[in-house]
């Protein structure tokens, strides 16, 4: 690793607690449907119809919030009270006002590695709402470039990198998801290191180990100090 040049984070449970909120409002979105159907058959349809609508909403509060309107409307067979439908859109709401809450030392370990590399955040979401996280959070004036991109996939990285002007060997991503964070950086060519986080969304999960050279697992983000 001694040729990384930028490090890059994941922000949602990587800089700050982000899915626990979700959990909770599927919760709420759940006892709201409770007469119709159990509590496991609601979350099931609520989390098909996300994954269905990514490619027309992609991810953040916003699609969430249509999700959970499109699957009520789903689960009551077309007779969702428009009452529902406004306790929905107050579950949606209701995200978007969440306090920011760093994660670990987050701070500390931002404030040591920014005197050695150009620190960037890159991360998935909605742009206005992750812009509201940077800002409460308190961080952003330790990052050289904030990336709000659409996906993860190779080409989203490929791109961030252009702009960046750096190689993958010059690049390190540290995050929560496999599926988002280390997956497309490893094929990109870069450096990858997974924090897991204990709550993850369904979506983000991968069936298998991932074996590579660039990759490595720590059990907290301060342990990235020792990895640098």
């Given at each position: 690793?001694?040729?990384?040049?930028?490090?890059?984070?994941?922000?949602?449970?990587t800089l700050w607690i982000?899915?626990?909120?979700?959990r909770e409002a599927e919760?709420?979105?759940?006892?709201?449907?409770?007469?119709?159907?159990?509590?496991?058959?609601?979350?099931?349809?609520?989390?098909?119809?996300?994954?269905?609508?990514?490619?027309?909403?992609?991810?953040?509060?916003?699609?969430?919030?249509?999700?959970?309107?499109?699957?009520?409307?789903?689960?009551?067979?077309?007779?969702?009270?428009?009452?529902?439908?406004?306790?929905?859109?107050?579950?949606?709401?209701?995200?978007?006002?969440?306090?920011?809450?760093?994660?670990?030392?987050?701070?500390?370990?931002?404030?040591?590695?920014?005197?050695?590399?150009?620190?960037?955040?890159?991360?998935?979401?909605?742009?206005?709402?992750?812009?509201?996280?940077?800002?409460?959070?308190?961080?952003g004036s330790y990052f050289?470039?904030?990336?709000?991109?659409?996906?993860?996939?190779?080409?989203?990285?490929?791109?961030?990198?252009?702009?960046?002007?750096?190689?993958?060997?010059?690049?390190?991503?540290?995050?929560?998801?496999?599926?988002?964070?280390?997956?497309?950086?490893?094929?990109?060519?870069?450096?990858?290191?997974?924090?897991?986080?204990?709550?993850?969304?369904?979506?983000?999960?991968?069936?298998?180990?991932?074996?590579?050279?660039?990759?490595?697992?720590?059990?907290?983000?301060?342990?990235?100090?020792?990895?640098?």
């Amino acid at each position: 690793m001694n040729k990384i040049k930028v490090v890059a984070f994941d922000a949602d449970d990587t800089l700050w607690i982000n899915e626990p909120f979700f959990r909770e409002a599927e919760q709420q979105f759940c006892i709201l449907m409770e007469d119709y159907l159990t509590h496991q058959s609601i979350s099931q349809i609520l989390f098909k119809t996300q994954v269905d609508n990514l490619p027309l909403y992609g991810y953040g509060i916003k699609g969430f919030t249509l999700s959970m309107i499109e699957s009520a409307e789903i689960i009551s067979k077309g007779t969702l009270n428009v009452k529902i439908i406004d306790k929905i859109v107050k579950i949606g709401k209701g995200l978007l006002t969440k306090p920011v809450e760093l994660i670990d030392d987050v701070e500390a370990i931002l404030q040591e590695l920014q005197t050695k590399y150009r620190l960037v955040v890159a991360t998935k979401g909605d742009l206005k709402d992750q812009h509201r996280k940077l800002h409460k959070s308190g961080l952003g004036s330790y990052f050289h470039h904030i990336e709000v991109m659409t996906d993860k996939e190779k080409i989203d990285y490929e791109k961030l990198l252009l702009r960046l002007d750096v190689q993958p060997e010059e690049f390190i991503m540290i995050g929560n998801s496999l599926r988002s964070d280390v997956l497309p950086v490893l094929e990109l060519g870069g450096y990858a290191v997974h924090v897991p986080f204990h709550t993850t969304w369904l979506h983000e999960h991968i069936e298998h180990p991932v074996i590579h050279d660039n990759f490595t697992s720590i059990k907290k983000l301060s342990e990235i100090k020792g990895l640098l």
